[in-house]
């Protein structure tokens, strides 16, 4: 129980604020789960009857088209992955979500919060602000797909999520960015380039001169 407690005290943090009445109620329904490497947490076809905060280890959620897989997105230590549609609509999946590392996730069930809501409106505000934190992330991503280029995209998720880059394949890298592994290729070998090319930049010119610290200087002369 102390560590589905601390697990609760880490979603409260992240997610939403909880009294401690409210953190024992949410370590009490928190069930641990482990996922080796290449196992499938949800395949399609069946329900999402929970959402999954990863305690440790890397997931993503994909499905296929024309015989590809597609990856919609990665979760990682701190996040909670579930599909939305289908746990909203307690209908069958038509993603999948598998472990690229060896993970451990510990499911929230759909009944067991349900029941928690009706009784303490402190975990319906848990519950919003994490559906809005997945809205949110989900438009953010859909806006990048259709507003910026490749490298654009590229550097964003360099940017705001470099755990993705250093940790997962670029093949599955490249289908969330919506390109091909030979794109994502050169984008990332010009990305490497710009920066060797400002760091040598950087060492013939020296560093660079402070002009407040100069206008200092000279106001005091």
């Not at 102390?2 to 979603?11: F, G, L, P, S």
């Not at 910026?148 to 995209?153: G, M």
């Not at 289908?175 to 760091?199: D, I, Y």
Request: proline letters at 5%.
């Amino acid at each position: 129980m102390d560590r589905r407690r601390d697990v609760a005290r880490e979603i409260a943090r992240i997610y939403c604020p909880l009294t401690p009445s409210g953190v024992e109620q949410l370590a009490s329904i928190l069930i641990p789960m482990k996922f080796q490497k290449g196992n499938t947490i949800l395949p399609e076809g069946k329900v999402c009857n929970a959402l999954y905060f990863v305690e440790r280890g890397m997931v993503r959620q994909f499905y296929y088209k024309n015989k590809r897989d597609v990856t919609e997105h990665f979760s990682f230590e701190g996040r909670i992955v579930f599909c939305i549609e289908s746990y909203l609509k307690q209908e069958p999946s038509r993603l999948i979500v598998e472990a690229l590392e060896n993970t451990k996730l510990y499911a929230i069930p759909y009944a067991d919060l349900n029941n928690l809501m009706v009784r303490n409106q402190e975990m319906e505000m848990l519950y919003r602000k994490i559906l809005e934190h997945v809205a949110i992330s989900s438009q953010e991503h859909a806006d990048s797909q259709r507003f910026e280029n490749a490298t654009e995209r590229y550097e964003r998720l360099l940017r705001e999520k470099p755990e993705i880059v250093l940790r997962a394949p670029m093949v599955h890298i490249a289908s969330f960015l919506q390109m091909t592994p030979e794109t994502l290729s050169r984008v990332r070998n010009g990305n490497m380039q710009g920066q060797h090319k400002s760091q040598q930049q950087e060492n013939c010119n020296g560093p660079a001169k402070d002009t407040n610290d100069a206008w200092w200087t000279k106001a005091v002369k």
